[in-house]
């Protein structure tokens, strides 16, 4: 299984970015996928899980109304819309996917990584 996300970048604050994540080598339209972050000197954190049909959508409070998570079952891919950035968003984002079609928020829950994208939001 490999998860490819892209899409991370430098931009100033109230500004928006699109993280996709592509994936391989599983039933991805059967996978709950997620989005979780790491800060400088930080722990991991959730950012927002979607069930198998898109359907079903679970975001972290800080996150909430800025971000939004959708996917596309034919192109294998999922998407992550950030809006309204702000510094403390800053952080590593890393696509994550299990083999159970209902979202997740504990990282734990998810078997599959991908390498992680930079986002650095700029005040």
């Known amino acids: 299984v490999q998860l490819q996300a892209s899409g991370g970048g430098l931009v100033q604050a109230g500004g928006s970015l699109r993280l996709s994540c592509a994936a391989s080598?599983?039933?991805?339209?059967?996978?709950?996928m997620g989005w979780f972050r790491q800060a400088p000197g930080k722990e991991l954190e959730f950012v927002a899980g979607?069930?198998?049909?898109?359907?079903?959508?679970n975001y972290a409070d800080s996150v909430k109304g800025r971000f939004t998570f959708s996917r596309d079952n034919a192109k294998n891919t999922v998407y992550l819309q950030m809006d309204s950035l702000k510094s403390e968003d800053t952080a590593v984002y890393y696509c994550?996917?299990?083999?159970?079609?209902?979202?997740?928020?504990?990282?734990?829950?998810?078997?599959?990584w991908g390498q992680g994208t930079q986002v650095t939001v700029s005040s």
């Open positions: 994550a996917g299990r083999d159970f079609g209902f979202p997740a928020t504990v990282a734990g829950d998810y078997k599959y």
């Open positions: 080598g599983l039933t991805f339209e059967n996978s709950a």
């Open positions: 979607i069930g198998w049909s898109g359907l079903s959508t």
